[in-house]
C-alpha cells in the first residue's frame, strides 16, 4: 500500500530589518528533512538595511520562495498578509532571525495529528553569536531571567495557554479571521487564547526547537524588553484572569530597587539593602546560568538579566490605559474551531 503524502506546508515569516539573519533562517526552512510540499511566503515590512534586495535574491534562487508587502512594518499585519498570500493546509509561523531545527516541521506535522491539537509550539532555544549574546542567551534560558516559561526553560508535553511561534492547522487560523492587528506585541497569546476559548487545543512538545539569535545591544535589548512588559499589561487588562506571580515580578522588583534608592538617598542607608540584594541575586543566579560559557560572556549575564528585568518591569508600569482601551474596543469573539485531522 503507498505510502500516504505528507500534508503540503505554508512557511510565513514576517521580517524588518533582518539582513544578518534572513538567508540562514531561510536555508533552515528549505532544507527541512520534509517529504511534503512546501512554501515559504516573506511579509516585508519598511527595512532600512539589505532585507529587501536578499529577500528578492531568495525569490531568484527558489521557486518555493515568495514576498508579500507589508507597509506597516506590523508584527501580525505582516502574518496576516502572508496567511492571505499562502495556500496549504498546514501553516507554519518563524520569525526572521531564527533558525529551525532539522526535523521540526515533520515533527509538528505528526503532532498536530497525534494530538489532534489547532496549534503546536516548542522552545525557544536562544544561542548567540559573541560573548554579549550569549550572555543574553544564558539570561533568557534560566528560570532567574524568565521564571518557569516552558518554552524557555524546558518542559513536559502538554496543553499549554500559548506557545513559541507555532505551527497551526490553516482552518483554524482562518476560523479566527487570523491575527489582531492592534496586538503589536503579544498576538500570539491573543490569538491563541481565542483558539482555546473556542474550544481548540495549543500543544507544547519539548521536541520542537527553534534557534533564536538574541538582540546584539543593551538598548536593542531594553526595547525588547520594555515592549514586552508593556503589552503583557496589555493582555492582563484584556483577559483579567490572564497575571500571575511571574508576570507581577519584574514590576515589584523595580518598585523596590527605586524606593530602596529613594529611602537609602533621603532617610537611611538602611534603604541600599533592597538594590543590593537584587544585584547579589541576579550576581548568584548567573553562576550556573553561565555555565561553559567564556569568561567575557560570564560576566555580562547579570548586566542582561537587570535590564530584562528592569526593562520588562518598567514597561509593565508604564503601559498606557488607553492602549488597552483601544485593544478591547478590538476584541474579536472567538469562533468554534473545526476538529477535522490534517490530510
Known amino acids: 500500500m503507498p505510502q500516504q503524502q505528507p500534508p503540503a506546508v505554508s ?47 531568495l525569490v531568484a534562487e527558489d521557486p518555493r520562495v515568495h514576498t508579500v508587502p507589508n507597509p ?150 531594553a526595547k525588547q524588553y520594555k515592549d514586552y512588559g508593556k503589552w503583557r499589561h496589555v493582555v492582563a487588562r484584556y483577559h483579567a484572569g490572564s497575571i500571575n506571580l511571574r508576570y507581577l515580578a519584574p514590576p515589584a522588583a523595580v518598585c523596590a530597587i527605586a524606593a530602596g534608592l529613594v529611602v537609602g538617598a533621603a532617610v537611611t542607608p538602611w534603604g541600599f539593602v533592597v538594590p543590593a540584594g537584587y544585584l547579589a541575586a541576579i550576581t548568584a543566579g548567573s553562576l550556573p546560568a553561565g555555565k561553559g560559557l567564556s569568561l567575557k560572556a560570564r560576566v555580562q549575564i547579570p548586566v542582561a538579566l537587570a535590564t530584562m528585568h528592569m526593562s520588562w518591569g518598567l514597561g509593565f508600569l508604564t503601559s498606557p490605559r488607553s492602549l488597552a482601551e483601544r485593544v478591547i474596543a478590538s476584541r474579536r469573539p472567538s469562533v468554534p474551531a473545526p476538529t477535522a485531522d490534517v490530510e
Open 72 to 221: 506597516t512594518g506590523r508584527t501580525p499585519a505582516a502574518l496576516n498578509a502572508a496567511i492571505k498570500a499562502s495556500r496549504h493546509p498546514v501553516v507554519v509561523r518563524v520569525d526572521g532571525h531564527g533558525m529551525l531545527s532539522p526535523d521540526y516541521i515533520a515533527t509538528a506535522v505528526r503532532l498536530l495529528e497525534e494530538t489532534g491539537a489547532a496549534n503546536v509550539g516548542g522552545i525557544m532555544h536562544a544561542e548567540g553569536e559573541n560573548a554579549w549574546e550569549d550572555a543574553v542567551a544564558a539570561a533568557m534560558t534560566a528560570k532567574i531571567g524568565v521564571g518557569n516559561a516552558a518554552f524557555h526553560t524546558g518542559g513536559a508535553a502538554g496543553p499549554a495557554d500559548t506557545v513559541y511561534l507555532g505551527v497551526f492547522r490553516r482552518d483554524a487560523l482562518e476560523q479566527q479571521g487570523g491575527y489582531n492587528e492592534e496586538f503589536i506585541r503579544a498576538q500570539d497569546w491573543e490569538l491563541n487564547f481565542r483558539i482555546r476559548e473556542a474550544g481548540g487545543q495549543i500543544w507544547f512538545s519539548p521536541e520542537l526547537r527553534v534557534q533564536y539569535r538574541p538582540r546584539p545591544s543593551i538598548k536593542a535589548l
Open 11 to 57: 512557511v510565513i515569516m514576517p521580517v524588518l530589518n533582518e539582513e544578518r539573519h534572513l538567508r540562514n533562517s531561510v536555508r533552515h526552512i528549505l532544507e527541512q528533512e520534509y517529504a511534503g510540499e512546501m512554501e515559504v511566503v516573506i511579509a516585508l515590512g519598511p527595512s532600512t538595511d539589505r532585507t529587501d534586495e536578499i529577500a528578492a535574491e
